[in-house]
């Protein structure tokens, strides 16, 4: 998997695990993230990928991106991504979390619960990421939404999750035959 952060295959592995979906996950996201880094080496990432001795040619390159239509106006990065994935659909499956992973998160039985906030399809806030911090921040004052504290809030995924984007994202996977 190849992804705008390090964190998200932490995530999609969590919430697939909710699905009860068996996957392998390796996470190919180092360093620092966001979607211009992804754009610059999205491509090279492809190709080193391509050549690996022991890939199985059933492997499928996953590139999971946020859309961030809110908070980021300008689209170049997101059209070469797209870009990119298109030139390597033999292989690679692009899905896309509507605004943020978060909103899938917040979309989340286990997450809604933990935080004390109603469970619904979160696709639509303008910002899922800064919704989960301030809800953390209110409901679990010593836990913040990076390095330690992720893998708590990551840990309060449980059973159902309400986003469309998730499912599209699933459904994508599943059709591309990269998931049972």
């Known amino acids: ?17 909710t699905k009860q979906i068996k996957s392998k996950i390796i996470n190919r ?27 199985s040619q059933d492997d499928c390159i996953v590139v999971l991106h946020d859309v961030d239509t809110h908070s980021e106006p300008r689209r170049e990065h997101y059209n070469k991504i797209k870009q990119i994935c298109e030139k390597h659909l033999d292989i ?48 679990h004052i010593k836990i913040k939404y990076q390095a330690f504290g992720k893998q708590k809030v990551v840990a309060q995924i449980k059973v159902i999750i309400h986003s469309t984007s998730f499912k599209e994202a699933i459904k994508q996977l599943r059709d591309a035959g990269c998931l049972p």
């Open 92 to 139: 690679v499956v692009r899905i896309e979390a509507r605004e943020t992973i978060e909103a899938w998160l917040l979309s989340n039985d286990g997450m809604c619960q933990w935080l004390g906030i109603l469970t619904q399809d979160r696709d639509g806030l303008t910002d899922p990421k800064g919704f989960l911090k301030t809800k953390i921040r209110n409901k």
């Open 1 to 17: 998997m190849i992804a705008e952060s390090k964190d998200d295959p932490k995530i999609l592995e969590a919430l697939f695990k």
């Open 29 to 55: 996201t180092k360093g620092p993230g966001g979607v211009s880094r992804l754009a610059d080496k999205l491509e090279r990432l492809i190709q080193t990928i391509r050549q690996e001795p022991n890939r």
